[in-house]
């Protein structure tokens, strides 16, 4: 959301579009925008730790939202892509299971009771 709202051409009026639709096994979620959109040739590094495609003179940032976004969602078992025009906008899709398998579970609750006790 935060992307959508700061890669935005001068003088024009963002449109932001949230969707989620609720499959079988996984929740689809798409954020939409009409931003200034990402060469093709570069969609590959956007997911990279530390990655600023614009000069940081014209767009601030640490180049780490989309990595984290990335580690966050595949840590659950979820992928995330996206598509993009440039000078059209972009979609970021992502799919998380509804379901963590057993083993998962598990392991969620491990961290969990390391975090409380390290606390």
């Not at 495609?53 to 990595?67: F, H, P, Q, R, V």
């Amino acid at each position: 959301m935060s992307n959508a709202l700061k890669f935005i051409s001068q003088g024009v009026r963002p449109q932001i579009n949230l969707s989620c639709e609720n499959r079988e096994n996984d929740l689809l979620f798409q954020i939409s925008d009409n931003g200034i959109g990402i060469d093709q040739n570069y969609l590959s590094q956007v997911f990279e730790p530390f990655k600023q495609l614009n000069s940081k003179d014209e767009y601030s940032g640490t180049g780490l939202g989309l990595a984290l976004c990335k580690e966050i969602i595949e840590k659950h078992k979820g992928s995330i892509w996206i598509e993009s025009e440039l000078g059209k906008g972009t979609d970021i899709t992502f799919m998380i299971r509804k379901e963590l398998e057993p083993s998962d579970k598990k392991e969620k609750k491990i961290q969990t009771e390391l975090m409380v006790s390290s606390i």
